[in-house]
């Protein structure tokens, strides 16, 4: 037996509230439960690998975590595009509603939709230095995401 669907949604939303607001809103200087998920919790996972894997392949697998990110990207778009390649194309070209030039325009945009994405991740963000944060500095904080506080990584900032 299932909880319903009304009870379901209701639980979804407050999981995904209580997500975005530990996980994204909350500081983790204001806010235990952000500290220990964001802090307390990763430190005590690498301290417990350290101890079973040895201190050189944890800091090995901590180098290799940046192309987490990149793996996750590519199978989500890649393997939506391949099913609709495969499975959804073939409903345009049988459609007397929609135009085979949806099918060329698709492939367009999933060409852009690499090119942007390798654009990205191998562009260099740049640094952000006394001599040009005055380019960087154009809007008030909004004291929602953005708060105005010393950096912790760069004293001056």
Known sequence: MGIGLVP???LYLVLCIFLIHTFILSDTSSSPLARCFMETLPDYTLSLLRKVLG???????????QYFLVVVYLVVVLGSWSIMFTFGYSFITKSNHVSNWHKYSGYCV???CMWSWRKASTTSPGYITA???HRFDNYPYDDF???EKTCPTSPGY
């Open 8 to 10: 379901g949604i209701i």
């Open 55 to 65: 201190p050189k392949l944890v800091q090995k697998l901590q180098d290799q975590t």
């Open 110 to 112: 999933f060409v852009i």
């Open 131 to 133: 001599r040009n944060i």
């Open 145 to 147: 995401l953005f708060i």
